[in-house]
């Protein structure tokens, strides 16, 4: 009882700190960046909770797909906002459109049973199998979160001043 109420805490307070971000400045493409990330993380968050829950096996694995799905696009976007941020960069590059169809292939994969097949619960936690496409799967979201980071890094060895003071601060 205590964890639920201790996750609606947590998804109300990402949602109004992305929801805050975005209406202090809703031209910034990293505010809009912020609040596509900060709902992807409450909804990462609620999916990864979910698929543990003591629920039916098919509504966890509609969780699981969910969790993996949100996953790889949220890395997606962890990259854009990285990539981007303090810098208001063209967001519509070649690399980032390829990017961005990539994400929406894995998680077509993933409902197809490439990434993950064979869901079933054990020790009442839900295990699954990796498919044929897993370690592109996993290959790519590292590349998004660990390539974020350290274009972030960076970043923060490049700018001075109130920039460097910035990024500091959201790290």
């Known amino acids: 009882m205590y964890i639920k109420i201790i996750l609606g805490l947590i998804v109300i307070a990402g949602l109004w700190l992305g929801i805050l971000v975005y209406y202090k400045n809703k031209k910034s493409q990293d505010n809009k960046l912020f609040l596509i ?54 967001l519509l590059t070649r690399k980032n459109i390829l990017f961005l169809f990539l994400s929406f292939l894995m998680s077509f994969f993933v409902i197809n049973d490439y990434i993950i097949y064979d869901a079933e619960i054990v020790d009442d936690v839900i ?7 897993f370690a592109v799967y996993a290959l790519l979201a590292l590349y998004y979160y660990l390539g974020g980071s350290v274009i972030l890094f960076f970043k923060y060895k490049k700018f001075a001043g109130k920039k460097r003071f910035n990024l500091y601060m959201y790290c």
């Open 37 to 90: 990330q900060a709902i992807f993380v409450v909804l990462w968050i609620v999916f990864n909770y979910m698929e543990n829950d003591p629920l039916s096996l098919e509504v966890r694995k509609l969780f699981l797909y969910l969790d993996f799905i949100i996953a790889i696009t949220w890395g997606f976007f962890w990259y854009l906002f990285c990539y981007n941020f303090l810098e208001e960069k063209n």
């Open 127 to 133: 295990i699954f199998k990796e498919g044929s496409l």
